[in-house]
């Protein structure tokens, strides 16, 4: 599973830094690793919870806390779609993980 930084999450998303680590305090959701230095490792997972807080929030015009009580009932779904859910995440985590390989490759240039 790929890690990103606050800078390359804030490149990808389009979300500024500040407003990230607003988000961490108040989804529960979403919570990168700290290495030792402080530094945060994104997961693909949190860059899924990130995303899809920004199209709440900015699509759906939800608040911040509407869009995280929507997220913690969209975890509660029926099996069914919690398996679709699964999928689609999976998905996307494979496109960050492509998207990961192509950037890096392209910083060495």
Known sequence: ???????????????KAHVLRYWEEIVPSLSPKMDIGGRRAYSTRDVQVIFRLKYLIQEKKFTIEGARNHLILEADTTPHAADMLQQINEIRGDILSIYKILHNSDAKK
Do not use: C
Not at 1 to 15: K, P, R, Y
């Open 1 to 15: 599973m790929a890690d990103f930084s606050i800078g390359e999450v804030e490149a990808l998303t389009g979300i």
